[in-house]
């Protein structure tokens, strides 16, 4: 299995980015597939996951009305489009793919596979 995060990059706050994650050797829409992030010197936080069929989607709170996940199925992709960025997004930013519960939904150990990260640097 290989999840391929990509889209990361520098921004200034206000603006936008769109990472994409891209996935191999899994049946995709089986999957939920979730974005982490972690900043410097902090722990990996939940960022958004949605369902594998459905499309349900959980978000955190500091990132409710500003990010946007979404999939496409036949690409084997997800992506989280990231609006009206603030300084404190700052961080690497993981894809993960998993079968959690729903208790284990927002929780890191929900997840299985994970990718090498794309750094996201939102300057003030």
């Known amino acids: 299995v290989q999840l391929q995060a990509s889209g990361g990059g520098l921004v200034q706050a206000g603006g936008s980015l769109r990472l994409s994650c891209a996935a191999s050797g899994l049946t995709f829409s089986q999957y939920t597939v979730a974005w982490f992030r972690q900043a410097p010197g902090k722990e990996r936080e939940f960022v958004a996951s949605?369902?594998?069929?459905?499309?349900?989607?959980f978000y955190a709170d500091s990132v409710k009305g500003r990010f946007a996940i979404s999939r496409d199925n036949a690409k084997k992709s997800t992506y989280l489009q990231m609006n009206s960025l603030k300084p404190e997004d700052t961080a690497v930013y993981y894809c993960a793919a998993g079968r959690p519960i729903l208790s284990y939904m927002r929780q890191a150990d929900g997840y299985t596979n994970w990718g090498q990260g794309t750094l996201v640097t939102v300057s003030s």
């Open positions: 949605i369902r594998g069929s459905g499309g349900g989607t």
